[in-house]
């Protein structure tokens, strides 16, 4: 694999599940209430990785996203739109639905290039088990909900902070992966 980038929004205490509401939990849309400015754009600050990676999805969220992207008209939905697409799935799936989408056939930890990683807890999981992952943007949202899936189920993993940033009432957080194990 080329450099791994995992890119969540999540909560203080680590949950990564329904911030959108769509999954219908009791907590869910968490990332929704803090108004448009904070979740809008490229607010992980991808940029020229957008032009030079692939996205890599779990069905279940690349469906959502095949909804909402191809009917959008604007600068950064041109550019999903644009970039190649990666659907991890067992079962088939129509990939016609957003353009430059392809099923993998094989296991995640078998794409090659670089990849960025968006929502898809299980994809991620998968990647942060088999030490994978390169980078995470994290979109750090100032509540704690106290249930939920976590984006680092097991332990240890450590990281190096290199970027924190304001995002509306969100921070944004890239960590990267540290060569040494801290002590």
């Keep these: 694999m080329g450099h791994v980038t995992v890119v969540q929004f ?15 939990t009791a907590f869910g849309g968490w990332a929704f209430r803090y108004g448009p400015e904070t979740v809008a754009g490229d607010k992980f600050r991808l940029g020229e990785a957008l ?3 692939s996205l890599l999805f779990g069905r279940a969220t ?15 939905a041109d550019v999903m739109n644009r970039i190649p697409k990666l659907v991890a799935s067992r ?9 430059n989408s392809a099923q993998l056939s094989g296991g995640v930890t078998e794409v090659d290039g670089d990849v960025i990683v968006v929502g ?3 994809i ?18 100032p ?3 106290g249930e939920g899936r976590r984006l680092f189920e097991r332990g240890p993993v ?18 990267r992966r540290r060569a040494t194990p801290l002590r």
């Design 124 to 141: 991620a999981g998968q990647l942060i088990e088999h030490d994978l992952v390169d980078e995470y943007r994290l979109l750090v949202f």
């Design 120 to 122: 898809s807890a299980s």
């Design 51 to 53: 032009e030079t990676s």
């Design 158 to 175: 450590s990281l190096e902070l290199v970027a924190c940033e304001r995002a509306g009432e969100a921070a944004m957080l890239t960590y």
């Design 62 to 76: 690349w469906e959502r996203f095949a909804r909402l992207w191809p009917a959008r008209d604007d600068a950064f």
């Design 10 to 24: 999540i909560s203080l205490d680590g949950v990564i599940e329904d911030p959108d509401g769509r999954d219908g």
């Design 143 to 145: 509540l704690v909900i």
């Design 91 to 99: 079962s088939p799936v129509d990939v016609s639905r957003w353009s």
